[in-house]
Nanobody, 123 residues
Framework: QVQLVESGGGLVQAGGSLRLSCAAS????????MGWFRQAPGKEREFVAA????????YYADSVEGRFTISRDNAKNTVSLKMNSLKPEDTAVYSC????????????????WGQGTQVTVSS
């Protein structure tokens, strides 16, 4: 099991940027596929981005492609999500997730989840 703690959320104006971080416990972090998801009020959780164990493969939802970048640092047991050109529709609670697989997973089929961090984008 991996413990995940997100940070970096906040309030930002449309067009602004934020960088979310997810700190993971556990000695086997480098063998986990990692993902970011978000959930807005009244909506289902949706996939945002995923990265494989080495960082060589990344995948994005169409809605964030070209604006968000997922990355990882296996030496520091962290995964990050850099968000640029933020829009009001990006407002949601963002959560990171870990799965004991070396590939990137774009569904919600993950083993462990963080508590989430709120991102609010004002117009």
């Amino acid at each position: 099991q991996v413990q995940l703690v997100e940070s970096g959320g906040g309030l930002v104006q449309a067009g602004g940027s934020l960088r979310l971080s997810c700190a993971a416990s556990g000695r086997t972090f480098s063998s986990y596929g990692m993902g970011w998801f978000r959930q807005a009020p009244g909506k289902e959780r949706e996939f945002v981005a995923a990265i494989n164990w080495s960082g060589s493969r990344t995948y994005y939802a169409d809605s964030v492609e070209g604006r968000f970048t997922i990355s990882r640092d296996n030496a520091k047991n962290t995964v990050s999500l850099k968000m640029n050109s933020l829009k009001p529709e990006d407002t949601a609670v963002y959560s990171c997730a870990a799965r004991n697989t070396m590939v990137a997973v774009t569904t919600t089929n993950y083993d462990d989840w963080g508590q989430g961090t709120q991102v609010t984008v004002s117009s």
